[in-house]
């Protein structure tokens, strides 16, 4: 003969339980995930700029400003020369990082 099963809602009961948690757990890493997006797309900027330094530099430093546009978002880049200094520049994204050399 079939037994009759005593637990009919129990396994609903459980999966809303499970639901309910892992909503939860999801919900209370939220902010943290957040703010690790943004601390990446900072420094993904900032690599940016140190590329864009770099490069200009290497190329024996124009000595003006030039515009250069990296993923249609506009970045100056300044170079000037003083004395026995080479003092290079770039400005963008909402940061400016500057970089001396003697020689």
Do not use: W
């Amino acid at each position: 003969m079939l037994k009759k099963s005593v637990n009919k809602g129990y396994i609903l009961f459980e999966a809303l339980v499970s639901l309910l948690v892992v909503g939860l757990i999801i919900f209370s890493l939220l902010p943290q995930i957040m703010f690790l997006f943004q601390k990446n797309q900072t420094i993904s900027e900032s690599i940016k700029l140190h590329q864009i330094l770099y490069s200009e530099t290497a190329r024996n430093c124009r000595f003006e400003q030039v515009p250069a546009d990296i993923e249609k978002r506009q970045v100056l880049y300044r170079c000037d020369k003083q004395n026995n200094q080479i003092r290079a520049e770039v400005e963008g994204y909402g940061q400016t990082i500057e970089v001396y050399r003697e020689f």
